[in-house]
């Protein structure tokens, strides 16, 4: 059974920082390309980043460009989401994501797997 388990969100002024991670099981992670989607209240879930099977490649939205930065270590089958200079606008449930095409994690549509999510609240 493939599970995606996110975890480090939390409550963080304007301005911090924090650390997301997601330790995959139940397939084989360097088969898979890993992103981050996010969902704020109200709104559609929507990319934040994504990384190659390898590391090699790295994509980000453009809100979150220069202040969050994506990494893997497929030796402990986890990836991870720094988040630097957050802002309140940067509130929202950000969940784990897992597809073996690349063009599609960063479509958001048809992933294969999903973590459950973990909630990242900014306060002004």
């Known amino acids: 059974q493939v599970r995606l388990g996110d975890s480090g969100g939390g409550l963080v002024q304007a301005g911090g920082s924090l650390r997301l991670s997601c330790a995959a099981s139940g397939l084989t992670f360097s088969s898979y390309h890993m992103g981050w989607f996010r969902q704020a209240p109200g709104k559609e879930r929507e990319f934040v980043a994504a990384i190659s099977w390898n590391g090699g490649i790295t994509d980000y939205a453009d809100s979150v460009k220069g202040r969050f930065t994506i990494s893997r270590d497929n030796a402990e089958s986890t990836q991870y989401l720094e988040m630097s200079g957050l802002k309140p606008a940067d509130t929202a449930v950000y969940y784990c994501?897992?597809?073996?095409?690349?063009?599609?994690?960063?479509?958001?549509?048809?992933?294969?797997?999903w973590g459950k999510g973990t909630l990242v609240t900014v306060s002004s």
């Open positions: 994501a897992a597809d073996q095409n690349y063009s599609e994690l960063i479509g958001g549509v048809g992933i294969d797997y």
